[in-house]
């Protein structure tokens, strides 16, 4: 069973699975993300395949391959060519589309799988929607171990505060071999400049800050599915 996402129950996330299939043709190479809502929806595309539904995935995550594999939706890697679509959740949506992601530390992979999809489509609850980005407080920032403590300050002087994120007693390690700095941080206004001076520090891999990325957003909200499509939302 996948646990249900705060704020989202099972009926929820399987509403949204739902309707993120309705959106993958038959032939079609799909980017799996990761996390609960993206399980949701490897679950239901397992589901589809079992029925005769042709399609090949891209997974985001050594988690989300692994569950792949369990429900029966083949896997290739990037060098098939350019993804149909990618179906992947998100940490925080504002107005303009734009999203935190990486609460669950596949932020690197997620972005190199939709980046390389033709579209791209959020699944998330309503309450992971913000007025502006950081407002939940969390941007994850992943970095080489190597590069750690010169990362540490320099995440400081740009007014972040970072913490090791830890799992089990130890410091959590991506499927890149990584570490995951989770900067507490403010509201963003500036957030393309920000997010630029964050990739900017030497031994910064990726962040959490995806802009400009998703062209849709599915949002679980009541019993509903609410879709917001980039250009088409207000602010
Ligand atoms: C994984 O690194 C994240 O970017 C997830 O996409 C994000 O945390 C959303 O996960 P849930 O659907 O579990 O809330």
């Not at 050594?62 to 060519?81: D, F, S, Y």
């Not at 994120?165 to 890149?176: E, I, Y």
Request: proline fraction near 6%; glycine fraction near 12%; charge should be positive.
């Amino acid at each position: 069973m996948t646990t249900p996402a705060p704020g989202l129950d099972q009926a929820q996330l399987e509403r949204l699975a739902a309707r993120a299939l309705e959106h993958v043709r038959d032939g079609a190479l799909v980017g799996l993300g990761s996390g609960r809502a993206a399980s949701a929806f490897v679950r239901a595309l397992g589901a589809r395949v079992a029925q005769g539904l042709r399609v090949r995935g891209v997974p985001t995550s050594e988690a989300t391959a692994r569950l792949a594999r369990e429900v029966g939706v083949p896997l290739v890697g990037l060098e098939e060519g350019i993804l149909d679509i990618t179906m992947d959740g998100a940490d925080e949506v504002d107005p303009h589309l734009d999203l935190i992601k990486g609460y669950g530390g596949a932020l690197v992979r997620e972005r190199i799988v939709a980046t390389a999809s033709r579209r791209r489509v959020t699944l998330v609850g309503g309450e992971k929607l913000v007025p502006v980005l950081g407002t939940r407080g969390r941007l994850p920032v992943e970095v080489i171990p190597f590069a750690w403590p010169l990362v540490v300050r320099e995440l400081a002087a740009l007014g972040c505060r970072p913490t090791l994120r830890m799992a089990g007693g130890v410091p959590f390690v991506t499927d890149n071999g990584n570490r995951i700095a989770d900067c507490a941080v403010r509201p963003i206004e500036a957030k393309a400049a920000f997010g630029r001076d964050l990739r900017a520090i030497p031994g910064v891999v990726d962040t959490g800050l995806f802009l400009g990325i998703t062209d849709l957003v599915l949002v679980a909200e009541g019993r509903g599915i609410r879709e917001m499509r980039r250009g088409a939302t207000s602010a």
